[in-house]
């Protein structure tokens, strides 16, 4: 994902303070001390240390921080990040200064011989005491590398949070734009009456059947009125909705037209956002099936750990044209219905969920991929 800007802005900040402050630093020290000069080595030296911190920064802000906040890898997070301290610890301990490199110049040492009162004997003559494997040196490096990423990825976290509290408010203004359209886009109406004349047809023919079907549309309806205006269902009534729809879009249709449901048998106890896959459903209904000719929609819904697996299938029949020629069905994609499933997906999931469309000669197909939350 992409950074904001003021998280941009913020790193280049904290970034340009810390390279600015050696010169101002050594500005102010040879300002206060006559004979002491401005000696841009010093300034280089400081900057060559704060470009290694830099590189690290950058490696764990652009890869390894997004693991962590973004994609919730919390195990390879650590464990490459506990790779690179133990290098970087590595690193330190193998390029320390060596004894003696940092004495004090020629001058210094002789303005301060030591008299015949020092009892210590000389540098020459004291015993020389190997340096620790871990010194102050590296332990100090490793904590500011440490505080370093933790800050980054306090500061990524919370920009992280921002933005899932802005993407609810759009997702809830949003929702109430789309109740409506629910109702108008995902069951249609030409549905509801194509349902009552078929149980209008069947009171005189099958009155038990009647009432059954009575029965499914009122409880479809109920999930509609009810559940539609929740962010989240069971998978479980979900799916009854699905086989409610289904069985009452059969009531329509002659033995030449196949429809297949393929549901789990017992639902998980996950969340899914209501009326999110009876559209694709429904378009296939209106795009995929023919009176006259034999044709077929495929429907499967499969939970594998924590995604949802949605597929549906159907067939492309051909539909008159003005001049008498027949061409197939290939506006499947471009209604109104599914740009807001689309839409409202992006709202929920971000780049979380995978939408494919396959449009073939003859079949069309729909695969959906949604994580589920408990």
Known sequence: MKQSRTENLIYLVVWGLLFVTPVLSLYVRTFNTAFLPFDWKEVFFVWHKFAFFLLLFLVHNLLLAPLLIHRRKRVLYFSIVTAI??????????????????RPPMEWTERHQPSHFDKRPP????????????????????????????????????????????????????????????????????????????IHALVDIDSEKAKDTILELSRMMRFVLYEANKQGVPLSRELDFI???????????TEKVKITLDLPQKAPDFQIPPLILITFIENAFKHGVSYQHNSFVEVKVSVKGDNLKFSCRNSKVEREQVNGHSSKVN????????????????????????????????????ELTLPLRT
């Open 85 to 102: 301290l133990a290098a970087f610890a590595v690193y330190q301990c193998s390029h320390r200064p060596q004894r003696g490199e940092h």
């Open 123 to 198: 540098h020459s003559m004291r015993h020389e005491v190997p340096p620790p494997i871990v010194g102050e040196r590296e332990i100090l490096a490793v904590v500011v590398l440490v505080l370093m990423f933790g800050a980054n990825l306090g500061i990524k976290g919370y920009f992280r949070s921002r933005d899932d509290r802005e993407r609810l408010i759009e997702l809830e203004r949003k929702n109430l734009e789309q109740q409506l359209e629910y109702l108008r886009y995902q069951i249609s109406p030409h549905f509801f009456m194509n349902t009552l004349n078929n």
């Open 243 to 253: 086989q409610h729809y289904v069985t009452l879009m059969q009531l329509r249709y």
């Open 331 to 366: 506006d499947q994609q471009g209604g109104v219905g599914l740009a807001n499933v689309r839409k409202r997906l992006d709202l929920l999931f971000g780049h979380d969920y995978s939408l494919i469309f396959h449009d073939d000669t003859d079949i069309y197909v729909v």
